[in-house]
Structures are given as C-alpha cells and as structure tokens.
C-alpha cells in the first residue's frame, strides 16, 4: 500500500488483546524509491543547496554598496516622510524674507502645503522602492539642508 498514511495494524503480540490499534510506518508508505531514481534525486536535491553557496560566496562582494545605498533611500523616505511638513514654515520664512510678512503667511503657507505634498510623496515613493536604489526625486534631500533655498524635484540638482 503506497500512500501518505502508514498502515494500520493490530498489536496483538504484545497485550494479546485484538481490539488494541497501532500505527506501523514502512519508508515505502511515506516516499516510494526506485533504485534508478536515486542518483537524479540525490542531484536534484544537492542543487539548490550548492546555488545557495555561489550566491552566498559572491554576497560580500556588492553587499556593502548595495546595502548602504538601500539603507540610504529607506532612511530618506521615513525622515521626507516624518517631516514633510516642515515645508509650510520653510516656505513661509522664505516668502517672508523675499517680500514681507502677509505674502509669507498666505503664499509661503499654501507654497509650503504643495510641497509637503510633495515630499511626502517622494519619502513614500523611496520607502516602497528602497530596495532599487537611486537618487533622490527632492532637492534638498532633507526639508533642513539649504533651508532658504526652495526646494525642486528632478533626477538632476
């Protein structure tokens, strides 16, 4: 009988009793081996093991490049993401200082809604490609590098 369940059969040798049930498993009844099949089994199964190890002796070479680059883009994503909104005061100080106060405190703050916005989606779209590294979409990578300078969107600075 080949299949998954062993075979049952009665203990009689050891209570004496007929109604007492054992389970006995023969190696046939769990996996059917066929002499010819053996070596084909032995490779098929010994390879995936063996293409693990090349990629894991060939792992240190891009490891920290790749790495450091993909840790980079997920940490710029979650602090774009985190502080997104730092935008509305950058844009209004900037506004302010260009002309004067009102215009800072109308235009700066709806300048800076955008561009919260903005970076806040760029943080979001680097935290969900993280693992494809690139250059940042925002310029200033952070809300607080060059805070008077406005900030742009590009591949290119």
Known sequence: ???LFPR???NEA?????NILSLRANSEDIWPVKEDNMYKRIIMTSM???????????APVWAD????QAAAKFSRGIINLAT???EVPKNISNESQKSNAGVGLTYGTVKGSVHTAGRSAAGALDVATFYVP??????????????DRETTYGTGK
């Open 134 to 147: 690139s250059p940042s979409i925002v310029h200033s990578e952070h809300v607080w590098d060059d805070f």
């Open 14 to 18: 050891r209570t004496g009793a007929t």
């Open 48 to 58: 995936p093991a063996l293409l693990a190890g090349l990629f894991a002796l060939g």
């Open 8 to 10: 049952i059969r009665r």
């Open 1 to 3: 009988m080949m299949g």
């Open 84 to 86: 997104g909104w730092l």
């Open 65 to 68: 490049d790749y790495g450091s």
